[in-house]
């Protein structure tokens, strides 16, 4: 699974098009006294929160991009939304593209009611977009961490969590240090999730590796120096990550985020993930709105939908650390045994500035290729 950035993600990368076929969009200009979705920066615009429901509604449809249903509950989080306004069809479309594509999407079809309407995404790809998207602060704008948010909500944090190793446990010991990966037991088993230069999870492995090899977040190298090692030794395998391959034993032993790890344990009973204790990389992932949707209110909605309690409760049930976590448990709202079966947080959390991030990027443009061929 090619997924997206992730919060400390992939530097500047070309992502190939995503051809969206369509019909020109037919949204004609508001009427006058009408209110212009398309403007709004907030739920006052449209007067109430009920009223923003009924234009959603009048719009009759949600386009939604690169959001896989088994990917930190989005699957219950779509149905839920679908459930709530039936009145709203709603348009999954490319469920396993990058974040780079997501955009390349918006671009590629601007003015037809193809579109996407929102976006999931990594910081890094985020930071780049910024002219691609509408500013919108939803009603628990005020809940969310202010690291978590750009200031005008151009984009917001969302769910998250650690980078992880998850492995069948049937098959392989369980690795208590990352270079446990580079010995014999683990010959032809270990897969990243996607190409660090193109997917977050992927690149946040090699942050990972970096971190638990004694580097730091200023250079990405001992990630990248770790990864070759684990070419050499013949224990890196090539194969892009999935559910389909988790539960057939194709990719045996994977880095990814501990809650996408996590749900393979449906499928395979003796799937387990590790989180290694010392020191932890984390990461957010971003929703914001295409500035050109088809659907402007249906977004809006869509996002006052994504911070409300139910669906960040959800991402929770997903495994994914909610971004009003906090605030939620303050208020007594969050669900208590969910969030008590999060795995325990590493002694040290680290996240990449933006700065690290896009010298990561950079880095990881210019020598990944070489050192894993």
Request: aromatic fraction near 10%.
């Given at each position: ?39 709004a920066t907030s739920v006052d615009a449209f007067g109430s929160f009920e009223a923003l429901e009924e234009a959603a509604k ?59 309407d929102v976006f999931d995404l990594g910081l890094a790809v985020a930071l780049q977009s910024t002219d691609v998207f509408a ?64 997917a977050g999870a992927a690149f946040a492995a090699v942050g990972l590796a970096t971190i638990q090899s004694g580097g730091d ?157």
């Open positions: 699974m090619i997924r997206r950035s992730a919060f400390a993600a992939l530097g500047l990368v070309a992502a190939s098009a995503v051809a969206l076929t369509g019909c020109a969009s037919n949204a004609a200009a508001p009427a006058e006294g009408a209110v212009d979705a398309a403007t009048a719009e009759g449809a949600l386009n939604v991009i690169a959001l896989p249903r088994d990917w930190a509950n989005y699957g219950e989080i779509l149905d839920l939304f679908a459930s709530k306004y039936p009145e709203i069809a709603i348009t999954e479309q490319s469920p396993d593209v990058s974040s780079a594509e997501e955009i390349t999407a918006a671009e590629t079809n601007q003015g037809l009611d193809t579109a996407p500013p919108y602060q939803v009603q628990t704008w005020d809940e969310i961490p202010d690291a978590l948010k750009e200031p005008s909500g151009l984009f917001v944090g969302d769910y998250g969590g650690y980078m992880s190793v998850g492995y069948d446990s049937s098959k392989f010991p369980a690795p208590e240090a990352l270079e446990d990966l580079l010995g014999d037991d683990y010959k032809s088993a270990v897969a990243i999730n996607g190409d660090p230069t193109q977040l200023d250079d990405f190298q001992p990630g990248i120096d770790f990864f070759a090692d684990l070419q050499k030794a013949g224990n890196l395998l090539k194969v892009d990550v999935t559910t389909a391959t988790v539960a057939s034993g194709e990719t045996p032993v994977v880095f990814d985020w501990d809650y996408l790890n996590a749900t393979h344990k449906a499928d395979n009973p003796n799937w387990e993930v590790v989180v290694f204790d010392d020191k932890g990389y984390a990461g957010y992932y971003n929703q914001a709105i295409n500035k050109d949707a088809p659907h402007p209110a249906a977004a809006r909605l869509w996002q006052e939908f994504l911070y409300s309690d139910e669906a960040q409760n959800l991402w929770l049930k997903g495994g994914a650390r909610p971004a009003r976590m906090d605030a939620m448990t303050e208020a007594g709202a969050i669900d208590a045994d969910l969030a008590a079966a999060l795995p325990a947080t590493p002694a040290e959390t680290l996240v990449p500035t933006q700065e690290q991030s896009d010298a990561a990027g950079v880095l990881l443009g210019e020598k990944w290729a070489s050192a894993v061929q």
